[in-house]
């Protein structure tokens, strides 16, 4: 199977910068698009960001024009480079997978990383 171990996160002042990473490790598969998704403290967990294996993105229109994602085919590891944090921010940060191949039981986007937290102070 496939594992998501993401790292990265911490405390910020507001105006900061964060990167987070996430390594996909495992056999035999490839990855059709990997993403990022956020969930604070009583709330839903929402998309932030979404790169295809062709680098196609999309971005949560609070995230436009401050995050930037990419994606290391040859490493299986996705990137979220955090700019100009603002406290609404704050939340743990979830990689998730849509992975394809024949060393996986199930096909889509049903793999997630642990998470790993952000904080940014006012």
């Known amino acids: 199977q496939v594992q998501l171990v993401e790292s990265g996160g911490g405390l910020v002042q507001a105006g900061g910068s964060l990167k987070l990473s996430c390594i996909a490790s495992?056999?035999?598969?490839?990855?059709?698009?990997m993403s990022w998704y956020r969930q604070a403290p009583g709330k839903q967990r929402n998309l932030v960001a979404r790169?295809?294996?062709?680098?196609?993105?999309k971005y949560a229109d609070s995230v436009k024009g401050r995050f930037t994602i990419s994606l290391d085919n040859a490493e299986n590891t996705v990137y979220l480079h955090m700019t100009s944090l603002k406290p609404e921010d704050t939340a743990a940060y979830y990689c998730?997978?849509?992975?394809?191949?024949?060393?996986?039981?199930?096909?889509?986007?049903?793999?997630w990383g642990q998470g790993t937290q952000v904080t940014v102070s006012s």
């Open positions: 998730n997978g849509d992975l394809y191949g024949m060393g996986l039981t199930i096909w889509g986007d049903d793999y």
């Open positions: 790169i295809t294996r062709a680098g196609d993105t």
């Open positions: 495992g056999k035999d598969f490839s990855i059709n698009a």
